[in-house]
């Protein structure tokens, strides 16, 4: 069956020259995607900008007013690293729109699976206040589409972007119909996701936070991926898996430091497919958050499109190959997370 994917030009509107969060990340997506003749075996789906109660189901009505008010007048800032230019509202509108559409096809079953390629992205905004680069928090506004209008009772989001998903987190963390799942640097920006963060009340084991020292490379992210990601996915029986992909654990990314690979994302990205399908009948959408290296970036999102197409894994083109350094062990924080989480 078919994958889709999400794209439109306002994703570009929103921008900020010399800014690492630029429009320039789609730009050298889609001219690779294009290159390699990608986007002709997928099927587009169309974003249409999100609707107010969708938006208002995950962030506060204030809060949605001050970003289109700072982009009516020009644009502004909401903290010192998350901009708002005159078109963000409208791009921030269609990125969680198109997210949700990339949801709808994919359970209505027009497509086996999705990957939107939106900006603004989204894991850290919270109900009231965007930070970390991210307007709205688009993977949560997904969920809680798939929650409320689909009438889905478990939804898994992976995030293996380098930060810490903490508005996801904060969003879902007493609700035990979603599981958050999270490997990330720590402690780094934004501060938050110790393994100790599980959860609260009736959420209690539904957050899965793996907090990584950095230089893990794709040897350890295998690991983490078989020890804690598919056993506690199994378990949670989700009935959608929505990612949310960042490409900035890439060695060569200048925000972080961790030691993945193009071809280590391409592993990744087979492990949640093989895992969909498993407990899902591969219903896996997927939505861009950071990566800020931009060969790396296209090159990794252009090897998950090859993963979800079900191309074999000796088409994994990594032009940047393995990272030229070692990788840490990752034995102590797979074992702790194994057993605060009883798996
Ligand atoms: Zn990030």
Known sequence: MATGYVYHRTFLEHDLRGHPENKERLNAII???????????LVPITPVPISQPRLENVHDARYVEQVQRLATRGGGNLDMDTYVSPGSFDAARMAAGGLVE?????????????????????????????????LFNNVAIAARYALSERRLDRVAIIDFDVHHGN??????????????VSTHQYPYYPGTGNWDETGLAAGTRHIVNVPLAGAVGDNGFVRIMN??????????????????????????????????????????????????????????VFTLEGGYHLQALAYSVLNTFGVLLGDPGS?????????????????????????????
């Open 167 to 180: 508005g996801t987190q904060e969003e879902f963390e007493s609700d035990p119909e979603v599981l958050y």
């Open 315 to 343: 088409a994994v083109v990594d032009p940047l190959g393995p990272s030229p350094r070692r990788e840490r062990e990752v034995d102590d924080i797979v074992s702790q997370v194994r057993k605060v989480h009883a798996l």
């Open 31 to 41: 001219s690779v995607l294009d290159q390699h003749k990608v986007r002709d075996r």
């Open 102 to 134: 990339a949801t709808r096809a994919v359970l209505d079953g027009e497509t086996q699976n999705a990957f939107a390629l939106v900006r603004p992205p989204g894991h850290h905004a919270l109900r009231h206040r965007g930070m970390g680069f991210c």
């Open 227 to 284: 020890e804690i990601v598919i056993p506690v996915t199994r378990r949670f029986k989700p009935q959608l898996v929505l990612v949310s992909a960042g490409y900035d654990a890439h060695w060569d990314d200048p925000l972080a430091s961790m030691r993945l690979s193009v071809t280590g994302y391409a592993g990744i990205a087979r492990v949640l497919k093989e895992l969909a399908e498993e407990v899902c009948e591969g219903r896996l």
